[in-house]
């Protein structure tokens, strides 16, 4: 794997860390568990910018590694 890859996989790794901690976030401010449900936890619009990394990540891990 080419040394410039590495950005691309600390990207999707940064981003999955980044999306556990904001999903452990939105858990706490859920106050019912009406609002507790997994179809609202993954919609919500603070997870789209880690979304948004991971895609990237992966899209500059698959180009810079050569294949």
């Known amino acids: 794997m080419e040394p410039a890859a590495f950005i ?32 609202n936890i993954f919609a919500d619009k603070r997870n789209f910018k880690w979304y948004a990394i991971i895609a990237a990540g992966f899209v500059l891990w698959y180009a810079l590694s050569g294949n």
Do not use: P, Y
Not at 26 to 32: D, F, K, L, N, Y
């Open 8 to 39: 691309g996989a600390a990207m999707v790794i940064g981003g999955l860390i980044g999306q556990g901690f904001e999903m452990k976030k939105i858990r706490e401010s859920a106050r019912t568990d009406e609002q507790l449900s997994s179809q």
